[in-house]
């Protein structure tokens, strides 16, 4: 009955049945990257000290909720290619790069972004039993995410030139560079900072006489 009815839904003169996973991996694929700006940006006053709108505790929340619903919704974006006959798909055109014959470059800085992603969320979870070090390491490469899915965003997607999507992707754009430009100038100032700290020169234990020795010893 459901799919009589959306057979006779006609969209620019093709069925809408016909292309319905297309469309929803398309819906999907945006909302996910959306999804993950969001992410970004909050993660980013979250690690700026006494910043922010939120309590740090509701902010750290808030993006690891945003990074594993971007996590979701990037499945419902691949798993949706699997029964489309738009476009063909399988596991290895989904999980591989540059297997598609479909835009293979475009989808490659998906497949990329995808698997970082994974690493990004796997390690957010274990977090407590990885070394510091590690756990900073691989959660950077939420950078290099975003700016895959981005990519994949502008070379394969088919809803950029919408006008409403314009809008969202001018504000998400401008958003995290903001933040990513601030997040540089903290680091920097940190850094200038450690170096201009007064450093106590050492005592010289010889120079210092008895009574002076007792005192430092106590």
Same mark, same amino acid.
């Given at each position: $009955?459901?799919?009589?009815?959306? /057979?006779?839904?006609?969209?620019?003169?093709?069925?809408?049945?016909?292309?319905?996973?297309?469309?929803?991996?398309?819906?999907? +694929?945006?909302?996910?990257?959306?999804?993950?700006?969001?992410? %970004?940006?909050?993660? $980013?006053?979250?690690?700026?000290? +006494?910043?922010?709108?939120?309590?740090?505790?509701?902010?750290?929340?808030?993006?690891?909720?945003?990074? %594993?619903?971007?996590?979701?919704?990037?499945?419902?974006?691949?798993?949706?290619?699997?029964?489309?006959?738009?476009?063909?798909?399988?596991?290895?055109?989904?999980?591989?790069?540059? %297997?598609?014959?479909?835009?293979?470059?475009?989808?490659?800085?998906?497949?990329?972004?995808?698997?970082?992603?994974?690493?990004?969320?796997?390690?957010?979870?274990?977090?407590?039993?990885?070394?510091?070090? #590690?756990?900073?390491? =691989?959660?950077?490469?939420?950078? &290099?995410?975003?700016? !895959?899915?981005? &990519?994949?965003?502008?070379?394969?997607?088919?809803?950029?030139?919408?006008?409403?999507? *314009? #809008? =969202?992707?001018?504000? %998400?754009?401008?958003?995290?560079?903001? $933040?990513? &430009? !601030? *997040?540089?100038?903290?680091?920097? *100032?940190?850094?200038?900072? +450690?170096?201009?700290?007064?450093?106590?020169?050492?005592?010289?234990?010889?120079?210092?006489? /008895? +009574?002076?020795? *007792?005192?430092?010893?106590?």
């Amino acid at each position: $009955m459901t799919a009589t009815l959306l /057979s006779q839904v006609d969209v620019g003169g093709i069925e809408f049945v016909d292309q319905i996973w297309w469309f929803a991996s398309r819906a999907a +694929g945006s909302v996910a990257w959306v999804l993950l700006s969001c992410s %970004m940006i909050i993660g $980013m006053m979250q690690s700026r000290r +006494g910043s922010g709108p939120l309590p740090a505790g509701w902010s750290l929340d808030l993006h690891r909720f945003l990074s %594993m619903l971007s996590l979701i919704f990037l499945t419902i974006h691949l798993g949706a290619l699997v029964p489309d006959n738009f476009v063909e798909f399988g596991l290895v055109e989904l999980f591989v790069p540059m %297997m598609s014959t479909w835009q293979p470059a475009a989808v490659a800085w998906g497949v990329v972004g995808f698997w970082l992603l994974v690493s990004v969320e796997l390690t957010s979870v274990l977090r407590a039993r990885l070394p510091h070090r #590690v756990w900073r390491a =691989v959660h950077l490469l939420s950078f &290099v995410v975003w700016i !895959s899915a981005t &990519v994949h965003l502008f070379m394969a997607g088919t809803d950029v030139s919408h006008p409403v999507f *314009r #809008v =969202v992707q001018v504000v %998400m754009i401008g958003l995290v560079s903001l $933040m990513f &430009v !601030s *997040r540089i100038v903290d680091v920097v *100032r940190s850094s200038a900072a +450690g170096r201009t700290l007064p450093v106590e020169e050492p005592i010289d234990v010889d120079e210092v006489d /008895s +009574g002076k020795r *007792r005192e430092l010893a106590a």
